[in-house]
């Protein structure tokens, strides 16, 4: 689920090595828009340690380069370089392990007795695949290379464990908090740049 498309998984093919080369790895790549098209970009340090704006603007400024000599997109496209955030997309095999006991939504590329989205605690991923305690108590079972679409569901509990594990920034309510330094000369809050021909 990193890439869907024929065309993402060209890009991740260019990428992926540059990101390696950072000690990152990319979650997910998506061509997104009509006109004038995004190129989103997740990732995140290897082993899905905390992660920060400067580590995305190196990806961004590595990425660039590779992608323009490749030219894997025709027409002029926004590059759009981002870690995944709290309520993060769940995209390669191991990261429902990471996040066992935590609420996720799932999709089904086939649908099991007709239905396809299942929501559910994260109890295990192992060699049978990722499995999901539903709501009625009953148990899904599916391999991520049967889903179309997960992501972690954002509850009170999540936020805990994100800011436990470094992966959620200063907040205001926080005892050491002492303010955010805004750079009003730049308006790039996601890291985007203007690319392509």
Known sequence: MIALTQQEKTILSLIGPVADGLGMEIVRVRLMGG??????VMAEKAGGAATNVEDCAALS?????????ADPIRDPYRLEVSTPGIDRP????GDFGRWAGHL??????MPIDGRRRFQGVIQREDENGVAIELDDESELVA????MSKASLVLTDELIEAAKATGGLPPQPDDENFSGLEVDETED???NEEESGA
């Not at 400024?61 to 000599?69: D, K, Q, R, T, W």
């Open 35 to 40: 006109k004038r098209p995004t190129l989103q």
């Open 61 to 69: 400024h590595g990425i660039s380069p590779v992608l323009e000599a």
């Open 90 to 93: 769940l995209t390669r095999e």
């Open 104 to 109: 996720a939504k799932v999709e089904l590329a």
């Open 143 to 146: 391999r991520v290379d049967e």
């Open 188 to 190: 790039d809050n996601n």
